[in-house]
Each structure stands twice: as structure tokens, then as C-alpha cells.
């Protein structure tokens, strides 16, 4: 359904430290930067997400928040611990969510500008993981 989604920051220096720790864990990596922006993504010049830098950056309010795909609960694990070396802050640590199905595993994290973001495996065959 989306094609991709981009997020304005007030530092892109900061922002670009933090998404580059969580991002990796999961996979992901720069595909682009310029002065005003940093494209995450698989492939160069082909950006998922983006970081914008704009002046009056603020995060949206409660019940908005950015869930990023892991292909393990060791990423999703390394996702939490990477946020919270890189100057975000833990909004839930790393397990399992039995409210949300059998399978979901997330962790949740709040960046530096304030935007709620998780890491999430959902799948039975994620359920028999370490």
C-alpha cells in the first residue's frame, strides 16, 4: 500500500546516527543523503524511508507510530538495543505480544524527535525463535 514514508527531523546529524544503528539492525541501509535528507532503503537511490530535515520538525501525537518489518527476534532484539545506545528511548523492550497474535515479537522505541517506532516479526514459525 505505501510506497514510502518520510519523517522531518530537527537534526539531521542526530537522526541520521540513530536511524543508521536501528536501521541496520533490521537490514536496511542509506540508499541517499544530501544536505536536507537521508534515504534508508535496500537498494541506491531507491529510499523506504526518509528523513527530512525541516526547522519545525515535531513527531505526531499519541496513536501514530512507524512499524518496521524484522526477519528475526534476534533483529528485533538488536533493533531495541541499537535504539537505545544511539539516544532513543525504550517504550517497550523486546518480546512477545500475545495480545497482538501468537507470533508478534516488537520492540518499541522513541527517537530523538520524539516518534514512536517499533521493530516487529510477525509469524508462528518467529513463535519457535530464540
Known sequence: M???ISL???DLV???RFYDAVLNALGYRRVFEDDTAIGYGLIDD??????KLRD???APGAGFHLAFAALSREAV???HLAALQAGGRDNGTAGLRPDYGDGYYAAFVIDPDGHRIEAVINSVEGASQG
Request: aromatic share 10%; hydrophobic share 50%; charged share 20%.
Open 8 to 10: 522531518g527531523v530537527r
Open 46 to 51: 531507491q529510499d523506504l524511508f526518509c528523513l
Open 77 to 79: 532484539d538488536a533493533f
Open 56 to 58: 519545525d520538525a515535531s
Open 14 to 16: 542526530v537522526a541520521g
Open 2 to 4: 505505501l510506497h514510502h
